[in-house]
């Protein structure tokens, strides 16, 4: 097991904007975590992973992050403390889980953030149709990179016609661990 204890665990609400109905926590911990964040980084799609500084950026549904540094956890954007609370034991559980599996697992050191809107687009159909329900393909490329959309959302990428765009855009995706934001 990689983290077994954590020394001490603060919920809190943001000083910047106390009129927030949300709550960051910072969790401190006894064990050297970094290890594992090629591993983690691999299996939850990280949004960012700078590996000199060992910081990991997990992007989470509905405004949560999770930042993991060396020797602690913080929690963006919980609804309450009960929610703090299940995120916490969730990224514990995934920490203790992926490492136990790492032997199996291709650690992996790029990440989300390095994806690029251009690139995604110009592997779109470009028909600015809106079936995706977005008004251009533009701004259906904006969100496919946030993980806010699926490549099934754009019907008219599926027609045979496009099928070497979507094998390249797939690609593309899975370079850099894309996943949408629901798996989470
Ligand atoms: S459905 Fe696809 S082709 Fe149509 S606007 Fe959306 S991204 Fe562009």
């Given amino acids: 097991m990689l983290l077994e204890k954590v020394k001490n665990y603060e919920i809190f609400r943001p000083k910047c904007d106390s009129s927030k109905e949300v709550l960051h926590s910072i969790a ?13 980084n691999a299996e939850l799609g990280g949004w960012d992973y700078n590996q000199s500084n ?10 949560k992050w999770i930042t993991l540094h060396p020797r602690e956890i913080a929690i963006r954007g919980a609804r ?8 916490l034991e969730w990224i514990k559980g995934q920490i203790n889980d992926i490492w136990e599996r790492r032997d199996q697992i291709q650690p992996r050191y790029t990440s989300q953030a390095g994806l690029k809107v251009m690139e995604i687009l110009k592997l ?5 149709c809106k079936a995706c329900g977005y008004a251009t393909c533009m701004a259906y490329a904006a969100a496919l990179r946030e993980g ?9 990428l599926w027609e045979e016609k496009y099928r070497e765009k979507r094998e390249k855009l797939q690609a593309y995706l899975n370079e850099y661990g894309w996943r949408p934001l629901d798996e989470f």
């Avoid at 779109?124 to 600015?128: A, E, W």
Wanted: hydrophobic share 35%; aromatic share 4%; with cysteine.
């Fill in 28 to 40: 401190t911990l006894e064990e050297d975590i970094s290890p594992v964040f090629p591993y983690l």
């Fill in 54 to 63: 060992q910081v990991l950026l997990l992007k989470l549904s509905e405004g």
């Fill in 80 to 87: 309450d403390m009960e929610e703090s609370q299940a995120l």
């Fill in 124 to 128: 779109l159909p470009l028909t600015n």
């Fill in 148 to 156: 806010e959309t699926r490549l099934e959302d754009c019907p008219p």
